[in-house]
């Protein structure tokens, strides 16, 4: 069985550019995660969807960050413009039942 | 709401040598409680998990007791090997209540070494 596959594993942008990270979780989950992982640090949960609703944005940065999950399955996580203190790993996860599966990340290096 | 305390590390620790990493949380009623483990270059890994008070997960020779009274979920090996170098996550899954929904929470990690 496939994971979660994350795209791209790398990014790197300079500053005020728009970027986007793909992901596309286990077949069958209907739990969608977004967090970012700063250096050092636990994952920060940015978004969570059930199926295609998010039904927890509370800690997304709403005037530069937006997602969407189409048709319930795969998701796209946007910046724009990133910021400096963007940079970290983007993690994607999906959940059905207790255990969540994580993506390998995306490292953003904003610069 | 909801949040996870977890030692700071690093750790550094000999080959066979006992290992505990203390994890302690907050949150209303009955979390869900995870260990996650990330190796170098790799993604989160579900290490092991305890879904009620006293329940004890084991995997891969860890193992750690949902502590109600205490509010903890420590993590302990007997012996651990240059193989178990990683990042350890304490985490739990439960409502929060200011955003209205579940929410699965992270500690902030703690980095383990073992030398031979």
Redesign the interface.
Known sequence: EAGVVQSPRYKIIEKKQPVAFWCNPISGHNTLYWYRQNLGQGPELLIRYENEEAVDDSQLPKDRFSAERLKGVDSTLKIQPAELGDSAVYLCASKQGFEAFFGQGTRLTVV | GNS?TQMEGPVTLSEEAFLTINCTYTATGYP?LFW?VQYPG?????LL?A?KADDKGSNKGFEATYRKETTSFHLEKGSVQVSDSAVY?C?L?RM?S????????????TKLSVIP
């Open positions: 996870v869900s996650y790799e993604g989160l890994q579900l998990k879904t996550f985490a899954d929060n200011g955003a209205g929904s579940y929410q699965l929470t992270f500690g902030k990690g």
